[in-house]
């Protein structure tokens, strides 16, 4: 079976510019988290989805964020527009069980970096 | 909030054993996972406690005593494969999990 699919792996843009992170999770689960990890503040959860809908998006670091996920098998987090301080890697993981407390599976991840 | 606290940084030998603990508040969490990342990989599971007690799984084990609100995870015979970030993360009902900042283990020969 296919794990949770990110794209891109990485990306390079200029400050100011929208950034569009993508995911797939794994077929079945019903449940989505999109994190954000930096040595700094090591892993931190931003949204997390239940059966497509937003259930905790306390995290979401201000309004220049903003995820979506329109059906059970795609997600997309946007950042408009980006800052440097943006630079991290974001991972999405996704879980079969409701209520966000299952054992989660990570994507790749996308690095990113906002010059 | 709940606090997950680790220590930042272990180092080790091939061939030893290690134990990486973990703490947190005792009035949250139903259980405690356990998570391998390697440096530029993604975080792996690793184990997952929601009882008291030792749960063995090859050279891991994990424990768990929720009245204390501590865990560790033992790793035995290491190799050098075993250098990585691992991270504990509380599961509290109808949240998210919420994870520590990460303990590297640094295993030398």
């Known amino acids: 079976d296919a794990g949770v699919i990110q794209s891109p792996r990485h990306e390079v843009t200029e400050m100011g510019q929208e950034v569009t992170l993508r995911c797939k999770p794994i077929s079945g689960h019903n449940s989505l988290f999109w994190y954000r990890q930096t040595m700094m503040r090591g892993l931190e959860l931003l949204i997390y989805?239940?059966?497509?809908?937003?259930?905790?998006d306390s995290g979401m670091p201000e309004d220049r964020f903003s995820a979506k996920m329109p059906n059970a098998s795609f997600s997309t987090l946007k950042i408009q527009p980006s800052e440097p301080r943006d630079s991290a890697v974001y991972f999405c993981?996704?879980?079969?069980?409701?209520?966000?407390?299952?054992?989660?599976?990570f994507g790749p991840g996308t690095r990113l970096t906002v010059l | 909030g709940q606090n997950i606290d680790q220590p930042t940084e272990m180092t080790a030998t091939e061939g030893a054993i290690v134990q990486i603990n973990c703490t947190y508040q005792t009035s949250g969490f139903n259980g405690l996972f356990w998570y391998q990342q390697h440096a530029g990989e993604a975080p792996t599971f690793l184990s997952y406690n929601v009882l008291d007690g030792l749960e063995e799984k090859g050279r891991f084990s994990s424990f768990l005593s929720r009245s204390k609100g501590y865990s560790y995870l033992l790793l035995k015979e290491l190799q050098m494969k075993d250098s990585a970030s691992y991270l504990c993360a509380g599961n509290q009902a109808g949240t998210a999990l919420i994870f520590g900042k990460g303990t590297t283990l640094s295993v030398s020969s």
């Open positions: 993981a996704s879980t079969k069980t409701s209520g966000g407390s299952g054992t989660q599976y």
């Open positions: 989805f239940n059966n497509n809908v937003p259930i905790d």
